[in-house]
């Protein structure tokens, strides 16, 4: 498919031949001459990447090959480099004519996901201290907030795989209240807030970038689905749902299961308010994004990127509960929905608006990134990246 109705690749691709790669000089900042002396053992390494060639303004972080072929098809990827720690089946970055946009394929799952974004950011090729990151993957959407196809930014990532989970037989008779069979870690009944955690149940990234993302993204003419999507979209009742794709911004759900029905929907949007103090709402889920975060995170704490340059892009490839005429085994199962193709096109369609935006300003505006900086809490719940999160409780067991 041509997406001639994205604000034009050409010029993206002109602007990324006009200024040549240059290899780096060394970064004398970057370097510890001396170790200090030190009574306690703890030896930390410098930070930096003093040696790296490679320094691309902008990432797109892929999850499988249909997230990631639309943009190879849109986009002037001709250098491919091989990576030690990539997926056995993505073990290839892709970059354009001079590096300043690359792309990478994590493979599904978060395993998959922490394990690859970790390869390639600790990297020695790859200085990403000034890189935006751009994941750009499909998921299931609520229907309340969005639709088939649909464009969805992120202020919160949840991750909701994080409970002890017990089957319906096992606790209905005991527990006939429970709105279901997971309970978070360390409490003793659904929708307690967990009594210890790990620290990846919740990220904020930076609402500043995501509402400029936001805001370019509306301005393109999105793939609206072919008409088995608009026939099913008809049969469910809320507003978004039965409407045209469009760009909205509401909040992302991890988990490695999938999951479908009214039960489930209720209770991980429940979760999700308490975990964020009522502060997100969930409208997509997916497998990666909690994993890739805390990657960034720990990364960003020794300086070798800026958690503030990442954007989280779902766009909508099914929803994630059926319609009050069907099952959730007849959907999950049975359904026909017309596909997922719009999702897969407005991820570049979507995607694009933003990258085209840091190239073209990259002097003026990206590069020393003031003008979008944060002005809400960034990171995880341990106030790893300094701050304090407005999410979580006053105390809590580390797990």
């Known amino acids: 498919m041509k997406f001639s109705h994205c604000i034009s690749l050409a010029s993206l691709a002109a602007s990324a031949i006009s200024t040549p790669i240059l290899k780096r000089e060394i970064n004398s900042t970057a370097l510890e001459e001396d170790v200090p002396d030190t009574s306690n053992n703890n030896i930390q390494t410098a930070y930096g990447k003093p040696f790296a060639v490679y320094q691309p303004k902008a990432f797109i972080i892929s999850m499988f090959e249909l997230e990631r072929d639309p943009w190879l098809k849109a986009m002037d990827f001709v250098h491919n480099i091989t990576v030690p720690g990539l997926s056995p089946v993505y073990p290839t970055i892709h970059c354009t004519t001079n590096y300043t946009i690359c792309q990478v394929t994590t493979g599904e799952g978060e395993i998959n996901a922490a394990s690859s974004v970790t390869a390639l950011t600790l990297n020695p090729l790859f200085d990403l201290t000034k890189t935006y990151f751009l994941v750009a993957g499909i998921a299931g959407g609520e229907p309340e907030y969005t639709t088939l196809g649909g464009v969805t930014f ?63 993204a509306s301005n393109a003419t999105l793939n609206n689905g072919n008409a088995l999507n608009k026939k099913f979209r008809k049969l469910y009742n809320e507003t978004a749902a039965r409407g045209d794709a469009k760009v909205v911004k509401c909040d992302v759900l991890t988990s490695d299961n999938y999951f479908t029905g009214k039960v489930l929907n209720d209770y991980f949007g429940n979760l999700t308010k308490l975990l964020t103090n009522g502060s997100a709402t969930y409208c997509s889920t997916a497998q990666e994004d909690n994993a890739t975060l805390e990657v960034l995170t720990r990364l960003d704490k ?31 199962f049975n359904r026909t929905d017309g596909g997922i193709q719009a999702s897969l096109d407005n991820l570049v369609i979507a995607g694009t608006p933003i990258l085209h935006d840091i190239l073209h300003n990259w002097e003026t505006v990206y590069e020393k990134g003031h003008k979008y900086a944060a002005k809400n809490y960034q990171g995880d719940i341990y106030g790893t990246l300094g701050g304090t999160p407005d999410f979580g409780k006053s105390s809590f067991e580390v797990a």
């Open 154 to 216: 992120a202020k919160y990532a949840v991750q909701v795989g994080l409970e002890y989970q017990l089957a319906y037989e096992d606790y209905h008779e005991t527990n006939s209240n429970w709105t279901s069979g997971y309970v978070p870690y360390g409490a003793t009944s659904p929708l307690e807030y967990p009594g210890n955690v790990y620290g990846t149940e919740v990220f904020e990234i930076n609402a500043n970038l995501r509402d400029r993302a936001v805001a370019l």
């Open 302 to 332: 020794y300086g070798l990127l800026d958690f503030e340059r990442v954007m989280v892009m779902r766009t909508i490839s099914d929803f994630s509960r059926p319609p009050a005429s069907m099952s959730a085994y007849e959907y999950f």
